[in-house]
Structure formats: structure tokens, C-alpha cells
């Protein structure tokens, strides 16, 4: 793996950690926090923990097109600062819709396809998979990672503080965007 093919797989790594580790912290303290909340039902928490998925999984095909045609980096960023946003929103939220739409905002930031597009444009296909096996390896310490964080962070900042520090990885990983990911190609025109 050339220097450049290492660089590209760790800073994505990081982006993935990053990210992720935010999302998957909330999921063990969300539901006993959101219980004691005045217009909470478990209902509710269902829609709010799913609503990201869902808006995810509706958007990687028009996020990696718009990466295919604005280039990679800028719509990784745009989509770290909307993941953030969203954060922040739950981060003040306190009625459901508001941290419903919360999480919608985050799924919005829908990067993971074009974050695995551009480990494929930095990388050989020869050395790819080591590069994804990086990558697969960091989404799983951050989901390890998180769940044993989660209680004792929920104790230290509360839930509404969860938030907060996700939004702060979120501009973290978008700092990791703009200096540690290489430069991918450039995007080539589509054939009219």
C-alpha cells in the first residue's frame, strides 16, 4: 500500500469513526432518557432512532450521484455539515418532532457510499481491500466503542451533551475532509 493509498484509507477511517461512533453512542441512553421527557412514547423513540436510517437509505444513490458529477470531497463535506446541524438540533431539542426532524437532518448527511467511492478512487484495486478493511475495522471499534462510552457519558453530559459532542465529531471529521483526505479525480462529465 503506497503512502498516498494509506493516507486515503486512515483519514477515511477517521471520517467513518468519527461519524459513527456519534450515531451509535445515542442508542443504549436514547430510549431511557426520552421515557422521562413530557410527550415522549416509545413510538416516538422508534421514529426518532429510525429516522435516520431512513433518510439515509433514501439518499446514498442521489448523494453518490451528486458526488460523480460535484466531486467527492465537496459533498462529503455539505453532508458533514448538515450531519452536524441536525446534531446540534437534537442537541436543543427537547419535544420529539423537533429531534425527529433532528435525525431526519442527520440521515441527510447521507456520506457512507460516497465515502467508500472515494476510498475506491484513492486506492489500486490490488490494495482496496485493505483499504476497506481499515475502514470496516474502525466502523467496528466505534460501535464497540460507543455502546461501552454511551452510560458513563450519558452520566458526565447527558443525553441533550451526546448530541453535542456528536455534532463536534461531525465538524471534526469535516475538518479530516478538508486536510488529511487526498485529493480524489477529478469528476469526469457524463456523456450527453
Given at each position: ?25 445515542i ?6 432518557y426520552a ?45 458533514l ?27 441527510a ?43 458513563f457519558l ?25 486536510w ?13
Open positions: 500500500m503506497s503512502a498516498l493509498e494509506l493516507r486515503a484509507s486512515l483519514s477515511l477511517a477517521a471520517i467513518f469513526g468519527l461519524r459513527l461512533f456519534g450515531l451509535f453512542v442508542l443504549p441512553v436514547f430510549a431511557l421515557e422521562r421527557l413530557p410527550g415522549w412514547n416509545l413510538t416516538l423513540v422508534g421514529i426518532a432512532l429510525g429516522a435516520y436510517g431512513l433518510t439515509q437509505a433514501l439518499l446514498q444513490i442521489p448523494f453518490g450521484w451528486a458526488s460523480d458529477r460535484l466531486g467527492r470531497k465537496p459533498v462529503m463535506a455539505a453532508g455539515a448538515v450531519f452536524a446541524a441536525g446534531s446540534a438540533l437534537c442537541a436543543v431539542a427537547e419535544a420529539p418532532w423537533a429531534v425527529i426532524l433532528g435525525r431526519t437532518l442527520q440521515g448527511g447521507a456520506i457512507s457510499g460516497v465515502a467508500i467511492a472515494t476510498a475506491a478512487d484513492l486506492t489500486r484495486p490490488e490494495q482496496r481491500t485493505k483499504a476497506m478493511a481499515i475502514i470496516g475495522s474502525t466502523i467496528g471499534a466505534a460501535f464497540g466503542a460507543a455502546f461501552v462510552v454511551a452510560p450519558a452520566g458526565a453530559v447527558g443525553v441533550p451533551g451526546i448530541f453535542a459532542v456528536t455534532a463536534v465529531l461531525a465538524l471534526g471529521a469535516l475538518a479530516v475532509v478538508a488529511a483526505v487526498p485529493a480524489p479525480p477529478a469528476p469526469v462529465a457524463a456523456p450527453e
